[in-house]
């Protein structure tokens, strides 16, 4: 049996050291490395909306743009992440009695006011994201599951998952 060379033995450390081998990526690869990394953007940047959004509404949520942006400065997010929670926050400000009261009559047995903000703010960023349209529906009901589930319960993102489809039901998009 070959007897294995001694942290101190200086051939040991004397020896060349083979460089790793990189494969070729082809250029269909890069494509969906790129486009991967834009759909983890937009789910960073939903995740970031949802940060501002339960921040402004344990504090003052008339406040929300402002809360927003101190949160986007506090976790530093990049550049594009930033561009899509603020556009997310931003149909909320602009829109946010609306998207409540359609919430509202869709959450019938439930009184949205006592939702959990978790819960209500999942909501609230799949709403801005129906109202700005430019995010397919199923795209938008699938991430505000996954919201739900990794910032509630699996319990929070059934409820979330139903809540939508009806909503999306009554706006006529399913």
Do not use: H
């Not at 909320?92 to 006592?114: F, H, K, P, S």
């Amino acid at each position: 049996m070959a007897e294995l060379p001694s942290l101190r033995d200086d051939a040991f450390w004397d020896t060349p050291v083979q460089e790793p081998l990189m494969p070729a990526v082809p250029a269909a690869s890069k494509q969906r490395k790129r486009r991967a990394y834009q759909e983890r953007m937009e789910t960073r940047g939903r995740a970031r909306a949802l940060q501002a959004m339960y921040a402004a509404d344990m504090r003052d949520f008339t406040q929300l743009k402002r809360i927003a942006s101190q949160v986007f400065d506090d976790l530093s997010i990049v550049s594009e992440e930033r561009l899509f929670a603020s556009q997310v926050v931003a149909t909320v400000c602009e829109y946010g009695a609306e998207i409540d009261a359609a919430l509202t009559a869709v959450t019938e047995n439930w009184r949205y006011e006592r939702l959990g903000a978790i819960e209500r703010n999942v909501l609230r960023v799949a709403a801005a994201e129906f109202k700005r349209g430019s995010t397919p529906v199923k795209v938008v009901l699938q991430e505000a599951v996954r919201l739900a589930e990794r910032f509630g319960t699996e319990r929070s993102a059934r409820f979330v998952n139903g809540v939508l489809d009806q909503y999306a039901r009554r706006l006529g998009r399913l």
